[in-house]
T-cell receptor
Framework: SQTIHQWPATLVQPVGSPLSLECTVEGTSNPNLYWYRQAAGRGLQLLFYSVGIGQISSEVPQNLSASRPQDRQFILSSKKLLLSDSGFYLC????????????FGDGTRLSIL | AQSVTQLDSQVPVFEEAPVELRCNYSSSVSVYLFWYVQYPNQGLQLLLKYLSGSTLVKGINGFEAEFNKSQTSFHLRKPSVHISDTAEYFCAVSGAGSYQLTFGKGTKLSVIP
């Protein structure tokens, strides 16, 4: 069966510091991968998605970036964090094609001080 | 493009009572519909999905939902709730030809003992 791992579970970072969140999927090949941010009362905001290695699409312009160095690895990064980057970050995967549900990791709670 | 409206941000209900969480969507193409549940500080878990066929869909944990194309709705129901159902519930839609999901802002279900 497929599993998704996301780490760390919680992270406290100072403003202006760099960020790297990692997500890996096991048990499937060439999944679609997604990064979301969840802010209280605002639902889920899609940040990035990828349909293959090295292919990244950005949904929201910001100081975050994403990379997919391997088929089942998806990384969210920032060179300098802002206070507004605080939130709950979720990684998800799905099979390719329409109508496929997305499957989520356990999330990372990011607090910026 | 698609949009999702979850009409209630919070729903309190007594234990063993029935509950309905409402979801309406908007789309110019045919849709696929999903309900997810999120427990505190966890990722989203798929409850059920509608892809095609029977409009009544059964999911995990005793939940079911009914697709109503004329009313563009996909309401989630459970005949008798338990304390353990206390969580936030998200409705999501994906349009034909797309693999992206659009989420509603969520409904917080509180089950009162």
């Amino acid at each position: 069966s497929q599993t998704i791992h996301q780490w760390p579970a919680t992270l406290v970072q100072p403003v202006g510091s760099p960020l790297s969140l990692e997500c890996t999927v096991e048990g499937t090949s060439n999944p679609n991968l997604y990064w979301y941010r969840q802010a209280a009362g605002r639902g889920l905001q899609l940040l990035f998605y990828s349909v293959g290695i090295g292919q990244i699409s950005s949904e929201v312009p910001q100081n975050l970036s994403a990379s997919r160095p391997q088929d089942r690895q998806f990384i969210l990064s920032s060179k300098k964090l802002l206070l507004s980057d605080s939130g709950f970050y979720l990684c998800a995967w799905s099979l390719g094609g329409e109508g496929q549900p997305q499957h989520f990791g356990d999330g990372t709670r990011l607090s910026i001080l | 493009a698609q949009s999702v409206t979850q009409l209630d941000s919070q729903v309190p209900v007594f234990e063993e009572a029935p509950v309905e969480l409402r979801c309406n969507y908007s789309s110019s193409v045919s849709v696929y519909l999903f309900w997810y549940v999120q427990y505190p500080n966890q990722g989203l878990q798929l409850l059920l999905k509608y892809l095609s066929g029977s409009t009544l869909v059964k999911g995990i944990n005793g939940f079911e939902a009914e697709f109503n194309k004329s009313q563009t709705s996909f309401h989630l129901r459970k005949p008798s709730v338990h304390i353990s159902d206390t969580a936030e519930y998200f409705c999501a839609v994906s349009g034909a030809g797309s693999y992206q999901l659009t989420f509603g802002k969520g409904t917080k279900l509180s089950v009162i003992p």
